[in-house]
């Protein structure tokens, strides 16, 4: 007996698993349940889901305003106020149904003029000189201008300084007028139109008068010369 060997003892470890097998039956039922215990508390965790055949919660309905009132048309043929541009009724203050309001012009600002015309030229004119002058007397003219589109008569006003006297007058070339004297003058009245553009020469002796006149007029406007 002492001669002989004893046998190594083998491990009983995997032995023991090998020939116990609800061991490894048992330790997975346990993980499962561990797994499961876990489960379950995560699930109740969560908030539970709505149910399929529950109706979903009624959504917040926004408050409609009531209708807001209808404007009542104007009335055909009614007057509508007349609006100053630039103005509405809102901004002036001045109800739609009221009349227009016109602003005050604002200070500082520049009146408006009426465009100014210049004057126009009388239709008929005169222009005075001397012919001759001699010892005692001259001879003077007025060459009457018609500067309108028609023909025209003319009367020539002439008044003298110096005391003078009126010895004749006369036209040249065409029909004569008509002379009337007075104190210190004369008037001549045409006895012909002047034709539109034309012009006629009146010419008149004078005594004992300055060759200076203090006044000369074709139709009342002034004659030039003097």
Do not use: K
């Amino acid at each position: 007996m002492s001669g002989m060997r004893r046998a190594r003892r083998q491990s009983s470890g995997p032995v023991a698993i090998a020939s116990s097998p609800w061991i490894v039956v048992l330790a997975g039922v346990v993980v499962m349940v561990v797994l499961l215990i876990v489960a379950l508390g995560a699930y109740r965790g969560r908030s539970p889901a709505p149910d399929a055949g529950s109706p979903p919660p009624a959504l917040p309905v926004p408050s409609v305003p009531a209708d807001e009132p209808t404007p009542t048309p104007t009335p055909t043929g009614s007057s509508a106020p007349a609006l100053v541009p630039g103005l509405s009724p809102r901004a002036s203050g001045v109800p739609s149904s009221g009349p227009a309001v016109s602003r005050a012009p604002t200070a500082g600002a520049a009146p408006t003029r009426a465009p100014t015309r210049a004057p126009q030229a009388p239709a008929v004119g005169g222009r005075y000189r001397v012919v001759q002058s001699f010892d005692g007397g001259f001879i003077g003219e007025v060459l009457i201008v018609n500067a309108s589109a028609a023909g025209r008569g003319w009367t020539v006003r002439f008044e003298f300084s110096g005391g003078g006297r009126l010895v004749t007058a006369w036209v040249e070339g065409v029909p004569q007028g008509t002379v009337r004297t007075f104190d210190g003058g004369f008037t001549y009245v045409s006895g012909v139109d002047v034709s539109p553009g034309g012009s006629a020469a009146l010419r008149f002796h004078l005594e004992r008068a300055s060759v200076t006149p203090r006044g000369c007029t074709v139709d009342g406007v002034r004659c030039s010369g003097f």
